[in-house]
C-alpha cells in the first residue's frame, strides 16, 4: 500500500493522509445535506431520500476512482451550482422531468469521458478565456448565494421592486441570519470544515427553539435507491433536442472549468505540479467524468471535484491514500439517513450563502479594467441570479465577448469554437429562453 501510494517519495505517511483525508470529509460533509434538499426541492418531484444516498454513494466512488487511479487527495461529490442548474433552470425553470435532467448529465458525463480520452477536452478549455471561465465561477457563486438568501426568506420577492428584504424576526429567517453569522466566524477563526460545523450549531439550535423537527434517531438502515436508481436510462431519447442541447453544454462547460481549476488549485497546494503541469492529469479528468457517469446513473447532478479538498492537502495529504478515507467516510455516512429531517432550508441556507462568497472570489482576477473583456464578464456574473438561469448567464456572456472584441479590433483573437458557442447560444436565446 504504502508503496502504491508512493509514500515514501511524497514524503508522507498513513497517520498524515488518515488526518488529511478525514479533514477532507469534514469540509464538504455539508453536501450530503445540502444536495438532497436542492434536488428534492418542491416542484422537482425528486425523492430526498434517495438522492441523498446517491450524493453518499456517488460521492464515495467517485472519490475513490480519484484516489486509487489517479492518487491525487482530491475529494469528488456532486457540485454546488450545478445542482442549482438542475433544479430551478433544468427542472424548475424549463419544466423538465427530473429524470430527463439526469439522462443529460450522464450523456455530459459520456461526452466528457470521450473529450478526455481524446485530448480534445483541453483543446475545448483552451479555447475558451480565462477571462469567461473566472466570470462563470464568480456568477454561479452569486447565484447560490441568491438562492439561499431567497430559501431562507432573507430576501422575499416585492411586487413594487421585484425584491425585498424580508422579516427577519420570524423564526426561519432569524435562525438562517444566525446560521450565516455563525458561520462566518468559523471560517474566519480558520476552522476547517466551519460550513459543515455552522450547519450542525444551527440545526441544534433550531432544535432548542423549536424552528427545526428533532429527528426520531441519528443511526438508520440505508434508504431505497428505487426512485432515482437508472431513472436516467429510460429517459435517454428525450435528450436530443435543442433545448437539452444547451442543457448539456452547460453541465460540461461549468465541471470543465469547475473540474481544471479544483484539480490545478489543490495540486499547487500540495506541491505536485511538475513544470507548472499536472502529472496524470489525463488519469484525474478521466476519474471525474466517470464519477458524473456513475452519479447520473445513481440519481444525482453532476458529481466534480471539490476544491474543500485543498483543507486536506492543508493538513498533510499528498497521495490517493487520503481520497480513500475520504470516501469511506462518505459510505460510513449513508447510516445517518435521519438527520435528514434537521436540515430545513434555514440549516442549509448559510451554507449556501457562504459558499457563494467562497467562489466570488474569482472577481478579483478579472481584469476589469479592459473594458472588451469587463462587458461580458461582468453581463456573464449578473445575468446568472437577475435571470435566475446559470445557462442563461453563461449564454449572454459568450455571445457578447465576440462582439466586444471585434469592436476593439480583436476579431484574429477570437477561437472559432467561441464563434460557434456564439451561434448556438443566440439561438438558445431567441427560441427556447
Known sequence: MRKYFEFDQLGTNYRTETVAGITTFLAMAYILFVNPDMLAAEGTGMDKDAVFVATALAAAIGTLIMGVFAKYPIALAP????????????????????????????????????????????????????????????????????????????????????????????GPTLLAVFGVIITVILLALGLKGG????????????????????????????????????AAFAHIGEVFTLEMLVVILTFLFVDFFDTA????????????????????????????????VVGATLGTSTTTSYVESATGVGAGGRSGFASVVTAILFILALFFSPLLGVVTSAVTAPALIIVGVLMASSLKDIPWDEFDVAVPAFLTVVTMPLAYSIATGIAVGFIFYPITMVAKGKAKEVNPVMWCLFVIFVLYLAFLN
Do not use: C
Not at 433552470?89 to 459520456?110: D, K, M, N, R, Y
Not at 450547519?199 to 441519528?218: C, E, K, L, R
Not at 495540486?267 to 479528468?285: Q, V, W
Open 195 to 230: 460550513v459543515f460545523y455552522g450547519m450542525i450549531i444551527t440545526a441544534i439550535v433550531g432544535m432548542i427553539f423549536s424552528q427545526v423537527p428533532t429527528p426520531d434517531g441519528i443511526v438508520a438502515p440505508v434508504p431505497s435507491m428505487a426512485p432515482t436508481f437508472g
Open 79 to 170: 457540485g454546488m451550482g450545478l445542482n442549482a442548474f438542475f433544479t430551478y433552470t433544468v427542472v424548475l425553470g424549463h419544466g423538465i422531468p427530473w429524470e430527463t435532467a439526469l439522462a443529460g448529465v450522464f450523456v455530459s458525463g459520456v461526452i466528457f469521458i470521450l473529450l478526455t480520452l481524446t485530448g480534445i477536452r483541453e483543446k475545448v478549455i483552451n479555447a475558451i478565456p480565462p477571462v469567461l471561465k473566472m466570470a462563470v465561477g464568480a456568477g454561479i457563486g452569486l447565484f447560490i448565494a441568491f438562492i439561499g438568501f431567497q430559501n431562507s426568506g432573507i430576501i422575499i420577492a416585492d411586487p413594487s421592486t421585484m425584491v425585498a428584504l424580508g422579516d427577519l424576526t420570524t
Open 261 to 292: 481549476g479544483t484539480l490545478v488549485a489543490v495540486a499547487s497546494k500540495a506541491g505536485l505540479l511538475k513544470d507548472n503541469k499536472l502529472p496524470r492529469a489525463g488519469k484525474a479528468l478521466f476519474s471525474d467524468s466517470a464519477a458524473t
